[in-house]
């Protein structure tokens, strides 16, 4: 598999993982909560969506030992407030980036958690300073015991160019379709 394929393969999964956040945020309390539920494992749909791959063909299971790196990007906080202030024209000038961490980024407690869950599967993780991004990177085994889910190969039809836009080879891919 080329490089290109491999990160390909990885943004694929990288939008269906997204919804394992959720898979801590359902079994951690929330904030202010004095009453902690126990944390569980909790079913999240994940995956892109068979509409993403109708001209793609599933040819098998991906085998366990394939590397992959995936991206969890995590949903801001304060997300209307930020809004405001951009549609506003970022008045006070632009934020730092541990600024921005601070107002709109994940608490560093559940990022925290994402890495501790994580890595009970022997998947590492690296959090940028945003707050906002934890990339982690395992294999597909691993990640499917993590998240729950089973990946299939893809091929996926090559896009030929036209009206100036350049086109993309056939390649293999790797993901879920769990809905």
């Known amino acids: 598999m080329t490089w290109a394929s491999r990160h390909r393969a990885s943004a694929i999964l990288a939008v269906g993982s997204a919804g394992a956040l959720m898979l801590l945020s359902a079994a951690a309390p929330a904030s202010g909560a004095t009453h902690p539920r126990p944390a569980a494992k909790v079913a999240v749909p994940q995956g892109i969506g068979t509409a993403a791959l109708k001209d793609a063909s ?15 990007v995590l949903r801001a906080r304060n997300l209307g407030q930020l809004e405001g202030r951009v549609e506003a024209g970022m008045p006070g000038g632009y934020l730092s980036v541990s600024r921005f961490a601070r107002d709109y980024g994940q608490q560093q407690s559940s990022i925290s958690a994402l890495e501790k869950y994580l890595g009970q599967f022997g998947i590492t993780t690296s959090a940028y300073a945003d707050g906002l991004d934890v990339t982690a990177n395992g294999t597909a085994g691993q990640f499917d015991s993590a998240l729950s889910v089973q990946q299939h190969q893809y091929r996926v039809a090559a896009v030929p160019a036209r009206h100036g836009m350049a086109g993309r080879p056939a390649m293999i891919i790797h993901g879920t379709t769990d809905a």
Not at 61 to 72: L, R, W
């Open 58 to 72: 599933v040819f098998g299971p991906t085998p366990a030992s394939t590397p992959e790196t995936v991206s969890f």
